[in-house]
């Protein structure tokens, strides 16, 4: 049983390198590929990447899904794992990887915690527990087996945003999805240019929108909009 571990990246010198040595801590000697699936980074990303034992791959599109979805094209795996360049799994995420295959389920994720003292963020925290749509979110991580994303056709690449909340409404009408007890370690760097109430508001606008069937250009827009750049 072999897992494909994909990031999606675009500019992201300052978390890669920390986030690839972590992985391979946590993986010497096991059946996982690493692979990161660039976007057309101008910063150092490549370079960083080129000094770990990972794939490298340049994407023909810039979007999270589409890298997503080509990454999984290239993948050797019976199970992904995407991660984003700046969450960090629980250690255990090869042995939980190994116990969801084992039982035969399609797609799971964490739940999150923020990398700040800031008791705000518990309230964050605290919803991620539940198995509802409105309390996933890429940050906490998917893990899904290969056969089962092929047969969803992967993310639509229609959604330049909310590509996750799409994938996963979809599986949640064929499979259960199950929400693992341990938490990833999500940074704060949203909310450094950001308040917290901020950051609820636009993340709540993008949900509405996104329930309403808006085109993701609309939304995406929007969610700009309404936030400072990061």
């Not at 056709?153 to 341990?182: C, K, V």
Request: aromatic letters at 14%; a positive charge; glycine letters at 4%.
């Amino acid at each position: 049983m072999k897992l494909s571990i994909i990031i999606p990246t675009l500019n992201e010198e300052d978390n890669i390198g920390g986030l690839l040595k972590y992985l391979l801590e946590n993986t010497s000697n096991k059946n996982v590929e690493i692979i990161i699936v660039d976007g057309g980074s101008k910063d150092r990303t490549q370079q960083i990447v080129a000094s770990y034992p990972v794939k490298f791959i340049e994407a023909p599109k810039t979007s999270r899904a589409s890298q997503m979805n080509y990454g999984a094209s290239l993948c050797s795996g019976n199970y992904i794992y995407y991660v984003h360049a700046d969450v960090f799994p629980p250690s255990s995420f090869y042995s939980d990887f190994l116990k969801l295959a084992s039982e035969g389920i399609l797609m799971a994720m964490y739940r999150q915690k923020f990398n700040s003292s800031n008791p705000i963020f518990l309230i964050n925290s605290y919803f991620t527990r539940f198995n509802r749509l409105w309390c996933r979110g890429g940050d906490q991580t998917i893990f899904i087996c290969k056969k089962f994303f092929d047969s969803l056709n992967g993310f639509d690449e229609h959604w330049i945003i909310m590509e996750e909340y799409d994938l996963i409404q979809r599986a949640m009408l064929l499979t259960s999805l199950h929400i693992l007890p341990d938490y990833v370690l999500v940074s704060v760097r949203k909310y450094k240019t950001n308040s917290w109430i901020r950051v609820m508001l636009a993340n709540r606008k993008a949900y509405q929108l996104f329930l309403k069937k808006v085109s993701p250009l609309k939304i995406k827009e929007t969610y700009q909009r309404m936030l400072n750049s990061y």
